[in-house]
Nanobody, 122 residues
Framework: QVQLVESGGGLVLAGDSLRLSCATS???????VAWFRRAPGKEREFVAS???????TYYADSMKGRFTISRDTENTVYLQMNSLKPEDTAVYYC?????????????????WGQGTQVTVSS
């Protein structure tokens, strides 16, 4: 059984940093894991992805520079977020790729975590 559990969200001030974690279990080693986010009233948005075996990363253009995705040997995926802005406020989800489709499309992912809320106050 594949499971993804996010943690690390919270309320921070603009300019602060936050690191999210996604603990994965089950069949994830041969797959990519991505972070998406959904802000209030908006569609789910791709943030970044990483392959658990090779560590190859891919970012949405708008996320490059402030966000860094990584993984460790225990198949936990991290999202380091720096210089946070109020517009980064969203529920952040991690998901396991289905090894097909576009890496930045939610339909390309078959297992999702429950999400963790990030709120950035000005």
């Amino acid at each position: 059984q594949v499971q993804l559990v996010e943690s690390g969200g919270g309320l921070v001030l603009a300019g602060d940093s936050l690191r999210l974690s996604c603990a994965t279990s089950g069949r994830t080693r041969s797959y990519a894991v991505a972070w998406f986010r959904r802000a209030p009233g908006k569609e789910r948005e791709f943030v970044a992805s990483v392959t658990l075996s090779g560590g190859f990363t891919y970012y949405a253009d708008s996320m490059k520079g402030r966000f860094t995705i990584s993984r460790d040997t225990e198949n936990t995926v991290y999202l380091q977020m720096n210089s946070l802005k109020p517009e980064d406020t969203a529920v952040y989800y991690c998901a396991r790729g289905a090894n097909s489709g576009r890496v930045d499309t939610p339909s390309s992912y078959d297992y999702w975590g429950q999400g963790t809320q990030v709120t950035v106050s000005s």
